[in-house]
T-cell receptor
Framework: DTAVSQTPKYLVTQMGNDKSIKCEQN?????MYWYKQDSKKFLKIMFS???????INETVPNRFSPKSPDKAHLNLHINSLELGDSAVYFC????????????FGDGTRLSIL | SQQGEEDPQALSIQEGENATMNCSYK?????LQWYRQNSGRGLVHLIL?????REKHSGRLRVTLDTSKKSSSLLITASRAADTASYFC????????????FGSGTRLQVQP
């Protein structure tokens, strides 16, 4: 009965490859997010979707493309992976209506060789 | 740049002692939240304090907010080994973006 689940948990791949991370939430939330946490533990918003509509798109390279097929899913596709993409990527969700507490997945640890 | 800065960056205490972590932020906020992150896990929401509140309690947690100083503190009383984790403050600037801006975190180690 995991609330926010991400797959895969670990992703090790070569530079230049394309990869996807999937996220699903069963909390009935309307808003979903992708965050990036670097090696120093800084956590930064990348994207936010509300009811499948993109509402936040930070200054993220366009190699990163989020897709929300429905409000319970928000996937992240990354093209032409670079060494600097190595990080932990977190999916989160929250209720709509102002800023609510966010529920996080356990993260996807991406390592670029 | 990060909105919040936690202080100290790392804290080591004995079980039973109190732990205090501070957070400073730069812009006006609607509310401030504290999260805990255990090693290898996602963040877990602990407590939310609104900009018109000065203090809030939840179990062994006490959060204060001073908007004039743009700072907040998280106090964990009677700490336990299970409290070992990183603690982050996160602010909402009230712009309607629904995104939180996180601080750099305080790594708390509670020695049994």
């Amino acid at each position: 009965d995991t609330a926010v689940s991400q797959t895969p948990k670990y992703l090790v791949t070569q530079m230049g490859n394309d990869k996807s991370i999937k996220c699903e939430q069963n909390l009935g939330h309307d808003t979903m997010y992708w965050y990036k946490q670097d090696s120093k533990k800084f956590l930064k918003i990348m994207f936010s979707y509300n009811n499948k509509e993109l509402i936040i798109n930070e200054t993220v390279p366009n190699r990163f493309s989020p897709k929300s097929p429905d409000k319970a899913h928000l996937n992240l596709h990354i093209n032409s992976l670079e060494l600097g993409d190595s990080a932990v990527y977190f999916c989160a969700s929250s209720q709509a209506g102002g800023v609510q507490p966010q529920h996080f997945g356990d993260g996807t640890r991406l390592s670029i060789l | 740049s990060q909105q919040g800065e936690e202080d100290p960056q790392a804290l080591s205490i004995q079980e039973g002692e109190n732990a205090t972590m501070n957070c400073s932020y730069k812009t006006s906020i609607n509310n401030l939240q504290w999260y805990r992150q255990n090693s290898g896990r996602g963040l877990v929401h602990l407590i939310l304090i609104r900009s018109n509140e000065r203090e809030k309690h939840s179990g062994r947690l006490r959060v204060t907010l001073d908007t004039s100083k743009k700072s907040s503190s998280l106090l964990i009383t009677a700490s336990r080994a299970a409290d070992t984790a990183s603690y982050f403050c996160a602010t909402d600037a009230g712009t309607g973006r629904r995104a939180l801006t996180f601080g750099s975190g305080t790594r708390l180690q509670v020695q049994p």
